[in-house]
């Protein structure tokens, strides 16, 4: 760096740290718009928080071993702790979009994360599987309330030429998150028990709380509105019913998983028709008037369907290197991390892409790819190189950054601001039940498939490798549904009345 030089250079340094102090310390006004080119100090602390939290929704997946044996239970029962953390968030955000609108900025992030720090102290001491569960249960409460949080702050106070670079951003607590757990846990049962992973997630949660609380402004305004209780009750019953039967589906019989799934889609069938009743009188739990808005109910359907493909992908390569390839939990971490890591960091590059050439650009070669790639991994077999399988899962993830940061944008930018958290909310609920249901179809078709080559003299490994080519075909024709509403999309949209402009 050089020293300043001219006979301005120290009034344009006090321009600057003028401009930088009224940035960080002057308070933010409901629905303005920070300065292009620069990320709000809320949107920073939000994703900080968002990482925390989301990254604890897989760091248990190593764990079931650990406490299989601690707790004398079985591996069904173990699996619990990744299943009841699923439930919630199903349950929960469905009645966040009420919620955010009734407090503020503050007070829901200070919800969010005393929730979690909460049921991550429980969790961490824990004297039974029940008492883990619990805080399980508390840890998803508090994490379900973070995503819709973030995106219906970013979108109130970023402006829309800038929503894709900073929309990027929150790639990173996404995908991230997700991919760094399994290698985060790997790591600390390598050097303790599984207590140790709520133990390092406690200081760094109640820092992040604490210290974001500080510094967060309070953003739009709050008002007050009536809950609809018989909305809570089918919502949390519906979306908890029909994900828990897609995560029993392939376990056994048909009846019970049958029975749920179909209770489920009647309760969110009830929950869908008296959201309708309420919006006459402007008081619904989840405004379903977003799916008017086109390109909302269109980028919906895509980030389902690539969420299908993407959650129930992230499932099949750890089964294949470590059920095939004796490759450790840990070791299977580090291996997929470097996808992870590529989708993160690419979501900021591609964000600042989108926001100057539109959406269509990243989007229609980035589903493509996709497809292409999943199908590539379809081939793969007993003995392919680690080299070709790390290549190719992280092309996969660079290839959805190009989908999921534009699509994000585009979709919660055709919203009215007063939509944006019932958008939101039903954003977050839908990735839940798509994550669920790519899971569940993909791990069915896998075991059938190789069900069937055993029965016809295949060996186990190559039945295995049989099974799993058929779960990543069917996830790339599930991409097919991505690349159909990719080709739907506008380039842009413009900004609704009401929504933040440009500084």
């Known amino acids: 760096m050089t020293a300043p030089t001219g006979p301005h250079a120290i009034g344009d340094d006090a321009e600057d740290l003028a401009a930088f102090e009224q940035e960080f310390s002057a308070p933010t006004t409901p629905g303005a ?18 990482f925390v939290v989301i990254l604890n ?43 955010l609108q009734r407090v503020s900025t503050r ?30 249960v508390v840890q998803a409460g508090g994490t379900a309330v973070m995503m819709p949080l973030l995106m219906t702050t970013l979108m109130t106070v970023v402006a829309a030429e800038d929503r894709g670079r900073v929309m990027g ?5 996404m995908s991230c998150a997700p991919a760094l757990g399994p290698a ?49 009750v089918l919502a949390a019953g519906g979306f908890s019913s029909f994900v828990y039967g897609l995560s029993k589906v392939g376990e056994g019989e048909w009846t019970e998983p049958a029975l749920l799934i179909g209770g489920g889609v009647v309760l969110i069938a009830a929950f869908a028709v008296y959201q309708l009743v309420l919006q006459r009188s402007e008081r619904p739990l989840m405004d379903l008037r977003t799916l008017k808005h086109r390109n909302f109910a269109v980028s919906l359907v895509l980030m389902s369907a690539g969420f299908m493909a993407f959650l129930g992908s992230m499932l099949l390569l750890p089964l294949y290197l470590q059920n095939l390839r004796g490759l450790s939990e840990l070791q299977t971490g580090l291996l ?14 591609v964000g600042k892409v989108y926001d100057r050439i539109g959406s269509r650009p990243l989007v229609i070669p980035g589903s493509v790819a996709m497809v292409a790639l999943l199908f590539a991994l379809s081939r793969i077999g007993t003995d392919t190189p680690y080299a070709v399988i790390l290549a190719l899962h992280v092309a996969l993830m660079a290839s959805l950054a190009t989908v999921f940061t534009p699509v994000f944008t585009i979709g919660l930018g055709d919203l009215a601001p007063q939509l944006y958290s019932h958008g939101s909310s039903l954003l977050g609920t839908l990735q839940q039940v798509a994550g669920a249901i790519g899971t569940a179809l993909l791990v069915v078709i896998m075991t059938n498939r190789t069900e069937q080559l055993a029965e016809d003299g295949a060996s186990s490994a190559d039945a295995f490798v049989g099974g799993l080519q058929w779960a990543f075909a069917a996830g790339a024709a599930i991409g097919l549904v991505v690349i159909a509403m990719a080709l739907l999309l506008p380039s842009k949209v413009a900004a609704p009345e009401g929504a933040p402009a440009a500084h």
């Open 336 to 349: 997929v991390m470097p996808g992870g890591l590529a989708m993160g960091l690419l979501g900021p590059q």
């Open 107 to 136: 007070s829901a992030y200070a919800t969010a994360m005393t929730t979690f720090t909460a049921g991550t102290l429980v969790a961490a001491l824990a004297p039974t599987f029940d008492v883990l569960l619990v805080g399980r």
């Open 184 to 232: 985060v846990s790997g790591v600390l049962l390598h050097f303790g028990s599984w207590r140790l992973i709520f133990a390092v997630v406690l200081p760094i949660a109640v820092l992040v709380g604490f210290f974001g609380f500080r510094q967060l402004e309070n953003v739009g305004e709050a008002r007050k509105s009536p809950i609809s209780w018989l909305s809570v």
């Open 33 to 50: 718009a920070a300065p292009a080119g620069r990320t709000p100090l809320v949107i920073k602390l939000l994703v900080a928080a968002t």
């Open 57 to 99: 929704e897989t760091t248990l997946v190593n764990a079931v071993p650990r406490l299989m044996t601690d707790f004398g239970i079985s591996e069904s029962t173990a699996q619990w702790s990744l299943t009841v953390f699923m439930l919630t968030m199903a349950a929960v955000i469905p009645v966040t979009g009420w919620f």
């Open 169 to 173: 951003q929150v790639t990173l607590a």
